[in-house]
């Protein structure tokens, strides 16, 4: 073999060695749990049982895409496709809004498990299209990325996060791409003022009609 041949060979054996799997494998290792979780909740019976679960998995949901937003993604862009990285983003975005929906109901409420259903197959198809042959994770293999250091920042980065959340709790979720969307709290005020105003246009016509 030439010399250039065998020091072409060794770089890309040490580009490989040093790159792992490990952030993809972290990344995965979340998607396969919180998958269980999903199918735990699917056969829960009772209020309590699903209250814990769906509380889970928001947690794990609220952890994942803020390490993947803060650092897989960044890393990704510029290597992977702009528009795979981009659909990322606003997949993400779609589940923060149930999440945040799941997190101020109860299993209670009608369409509580709907939501959960629903933000799960959102879930099954994000994961789908980050693993697939070609997909996000397979652009930034083949883009050569430092898995192992990757893996290494997401990893501290995760338990940081799920200790902030042990001690304060749950972090409400933050869009990057809904920009005319605020998570947690504005429909819900925006229905409170309807409310308001119909009970002071009630009161009103009651007065009026008293006179």
């Not at 650092?71 to 659909?87: H, L, Q």
């Not at 050569?144 to 972090?171: N, S, V, W």
């Not at 920009?179 to 709290?185: A, D, I, N, Q, T």
Request: hydrophobic share 35%; glycine share 8%; net charge neutral.
């Amino acid at each position: 073999m030439p010399a250039a041949s065998r020091k072409s060979s060794a770089k890309k054996a040490a580009v490989k060695k040093s790159t792992g799997k490990d952030a993809i494998a972290l990344l995965k290792a979340d998607h396969r749990k919180v998958e269980k979780l999903f199918a735990a909740y699917e056969k829960a019976k009772g209020a309590d049982k699903k209250r814990t679960l769906a509380r889970q998995i928001c947690t794990e949901l609220v952890v994942h895409t803020s390490i993947e937003e803060e650092i897989f993604y960044p890393a990704c862009r510029g290597e992977a496709k702009d528009s795979t990285v981009n659909e990322a983003y606003v997949e993400h975005d779609g589940a923060k809004v149930l999440v945040t929906e799941i997190e101020a109901g109860d299993p209670d409420d009608e369409f509580f498990d709907a939501k959960v259903k629903v933000l799960s197959e959102e879930i099954k198809h994000h994961v789908k299209e980050e693993e697939r042959p070609g997909g996000l994770f397979a652009q930034a293999k083949k883009a050569g990325l430092d898995m192992a250091d990757l893996g290494k920042k997401l990893k501290a980065r995760k338990q940081q996060l799920l200790t902030g959340i042990e001690a304060d709790g749950l972090p409400q979720p933050e869009p990057r791409t809904f920009r005319e969307v605020e998570l947690g709290g504005g429909a819900r005020a925006e229905r409170e003022d309807g409310r308001s105003k119909r009970t002071k246009d009630e009161g009103v016509e009651a007065t009026i009609s008293a006179n």
